[in-house]
């Protein structure tokens, strides 16, 4: 949620308004802010920040480190971002050579779990933090114990999380059975949104459609905001080849909302629902989407590539 994103930060009018145009996708302009604060005020850890994710939406993977590690040596105990500063590694692990991605994972794994250290409520940084120890094989720290742990440490105070934890810990062990408990206690916990969304992905890979489906539409009706969870909905739906006019709607009602995030850049939904209208025949409108997720970020490298390919 974006409170949990920003708490720990005090924004400035500039970065205010920039935060703003992140949410709203539109990063080229709140790249431009944020350069103009910088260039008046280069010690700002808080714009710093905020331009590394304004590069990681963009997966600009060296610019966003570049721009995290500045505003962790500026503000080193803010929790935030040091989460951010993990990702922006871990991004950059993924696409690396397996050397390259060795030394960047213990910089992903430290940067988590100093963002933990920093606000043991940072409910985000302990899930990326869970996610890591149950992928990361044990040489780079990783650990299904280490996940167990910290699962235990979640649960009194974020029930949901530490049940999703435990249930990604029972799928990497394979066991899909104590998986789907899990990923059901989650549910049961808060009944969130964003833990329907995991239940329906978990029947997406098990391949049971109508299941999935049956989770995706609970999420979707518990999703008042209209936020990311629409985007995932629509993402799993478009995986399965299942509802594409469903998946079409919930892509719109995400473009049209004033809950976006840069958890799903505009930029990308519109990419994303020009694949789906491609796909399925409405080049021109294909088109008008490439435009616009163009017009947002002018260097996101697939905008440019499906604006030449359409």
């Known amino acids: 949620m974006l409170f949990v994103l920003l708490s720990g930060i005090r924004l400035s009018a500039e970065g205010t308004q920039a935060n703003t145009l992140l949410q709203q996708g539109r990063v080229d302009e709140a790249r431009h802010v944020l350069q103009q604060s910088l260039s008046a ?25 570049r721009e995290c590690e500045l505003s962790a040596s500026i503000d080193p105990g803010n929790s935030n971002t040091q989460m951010w500063l993990g990702r922006a590694y871990g991004m950059k692990a993924s696409r690396a050579n397996p050397l390259i991605a ?5 910089k992903v794994r430290a940067a988590f779990e100093r963002a933990v250290q920093l606000d043991p409520t940072n409910v985000q940084a302990m899930s990326d ?26 649960e009194p105070r974020f029930p949901s999380q530490a049940h999703r934890l ?17 990923f059901q206690k989650a549910v049961q916990a808060g009944r969130m949104p964003e833990a329907y969304i995991d239940l329906g992905h978990f029947y997406q890979s098990r391949h049971q459609p109508e299941k999935a489906i ?33 998946a079409e709607d919930l892509l719109r009602q995400y473009l049209a909302s004033s809950a976006k995030s840069d958890g799903a850049p505009a930029f990308k939904v519109h990419i994303q629902l020009g694949d789906l209208l491609s796909r ?24 440019r590539k499906a604006m030449q390919g359409s």
Request: hydrophobic share 45%; aromatic share 6%; net charge negative.
């Open 129 to 154: 933090l869970g996610e890591y120890y149950v992928q990361a094989p044990a040489i780079v720290g990783g650990g299904l114990d280490k996940a167990r742990d910290l699962a235990s440490r979640m």
């Open 214 to 246: 049956e989770a995706l539409l609970a999420g979707v009706e518990a999703d008042h905001r209209k936020d990311a969870t629409l985007v995932d909905a629509a993402s799993i739906l478009t995986t399965m080849n299942r509802s594409p006019q469903l």
């Open 280 to 303: 399925h025949g409405d080049a021109a409108g294909a088109r008008r989407e490439y435009a616009a997720a163009a017009s947002l970020a002018r260097s996101y490298a697939p905008a």
């Open 166 to 182: 435990r249930a990604l810990i029972a799928n990497e062990s394979k066991d899909p059975a104590t998986a789907e408990a899990e």
């Open 41 to 65: 005020q280069p010690g700002d850890a808080e714009s710093h920040q905020l331009l590394c994710r304004v590069y990681y939406a963009q997966e600009i993977a060296d610019a966003a480190i």
């Open 102 to 106: 060795f030394s960047f994972a213990r």
